[in-house]
């Protein structure tokens, strides 16, 4: 019941109704893929500038992923760099709202499909933005949606899949049917944790317990977005293949009912930053993207990150410093990600420079004047 609930509210955002949940986005992706039928000596063609469960997703399949370099302006590759990339063996192409930012979404997916290869949008970072007008998760034979921590909005960790491409159906539902049932131990723990974040945490002890729950997901002491063997390996860790909880779907219908509201916020929190950036003359997202993005962290290039963001620890302001590699949060052994980094020369430089400035805060003015203060540190 609930979850019809869930879905009818996301799909009056998405404008579709075929909805699938799972315990993560990452779990989404790997779903579609198997539907999609992937499997090894596939070759699945991801922008060089993306997080490493989407490639564990791929290798846990037994395919390859096949990175393409990015543009600086949207961060995502132009069309021709995935065309190029294409081989005999390319089953999918993914493409991906980086911060919002999405590109020729329209164009590569009619390009794949006359080619017979799927199209996935990764929308993680864009559930409530538009491409041309119409929401992100429009174009291609399916998308997948994060509601983790800080996505556009929030079950604590979860996600969902959206299916354009009905053929695509009964494949999802014979590979769901191995889904696994979160534990109640697994229920309990992301209880505590929303509970935590929305009666216990305060501005002032956010940082420590942000600190707190940072180290003890990274030794997989509580849920976390990533269990720790997800960023060390490929080897698909156990427990994996989750379905949602009713704890995720309750969370999520309270979410989306101040959705609206904070993307408002957000949009206008993005011009402010692009206004102030226009104004020095750096970095900035175009005022043309402006329009249909939802910008969920702000993008902006920094001389030296470690410097800039110790300087904005001590202010108290958040910086992110999503995608600081192109295979995020992984610096090393990207290898086991089959990934070669002469290949992608501006996500490498654009991971050794940004951070992200937040796109949700209430105080904007104050991630201004910081920036202003630092700007000769700005690129
Ligand atoms: C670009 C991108 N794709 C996929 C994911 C996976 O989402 P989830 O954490 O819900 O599995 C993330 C996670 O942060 C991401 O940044």
């Not at 509201?261 to 104004?279: F, H, M, Q, S, V």
């Amino acid at each position: 019941m609930k979850a019809d609930q869930y879905r009818q509210m996301i799909a009056g955002v998405l404008g579709n109704d075929l909805i699938y949940f799972y315990w993560k986005g990452r779990v989404a992706l790997y779903a579609l893929l198997k539907a999609m039928k992937v499997a090894p000596g596939d070759e699945v063609i991801v922008p060089g500038f993306t997080c490493v469960v989407v490639s564990n997703a791929i290798k846990y399949t037994g395919a390859r992923p096949v990175y393409v370099d990015v543009e600086k302006d949207t961060m995502n590759p132009a069309p021709e760099s995935f065309y190029r990339a294409v081989t005999g063996k390319t089953k999918v192409v993914l493409v991906q709202n980086t911060f919002g930012l999405s590109t020729a979404v329209d164009e590569i997916s009619a390009f794949a499909r006359a080619q017979n290869i799927f199209t996935i949008e990764d929308c993680t970072h864009g559930f409530g933005g538009l491409f041309k007008g119409k929401p992100n998760g429009s174009y291609c034979d399916a998308a997948f949606f994060s509601t983790q921590w800080n996505k556009p909005f929030s079950t604590g960790i979860g996600g969902f899949a959206s299916v354009n491409n009905h053929e695509l159906i009964p494949g999802l539902e014979k590979v769901n049917r191995d889904l696994i049932h979160p534990s109640l131990k697994d229920r309990m723990v992301l209880a505590m944790l929303l509970f935590s974040r929305d009666h216990i945490l305060t501005d002032s002890n956010y940082w420590t317990l942000r600190s707190l729950y940072r180290f003890l997901s990274r030794n997989d002491l509580v849920i976390g977005s990533s269990q720790g063997g997800e960023l060390t390996g490929t080897e698909m860790p156990p427990g994996y293949f989750k379905s949602i909880s009713g704890v995720q779907v309750k969370k999520g219908i309270r979410s989306l009912g101040d959705f609206a509201a904070l993307l408002e916020r957000r949009k206008e929190n993005g011009g402010i930053y692009t206004r102030l950036l226009a104004d020095h003359g750096k970095y900035h997202v175009g005022w043309k993207l402006h329009p249909d993005h939802c910008f969920l962290k702000y993008p902006a290039l920094v001389k030296n990150r470690d410097d800039f963001e110790e300087k904005a620890r001590k202010k108290k302001i958040e910086l992110g410093d999503w995608f600081c590699s192109p295979v995020y949060p992984v610096r090393n052994n990207w290898e086991l990600w089959d990934l070669d980094p002469a290949k992608i020369p501006n996500a490498l430089y654009l991971s050794e420079h940004i951070v992200n400035f937040p796109a949700e805060t209430q105080y904007p003015e104050k991630v201004v004047k910081f920036a202003e203060k630092f700007m000769d540190e700005i690129l």
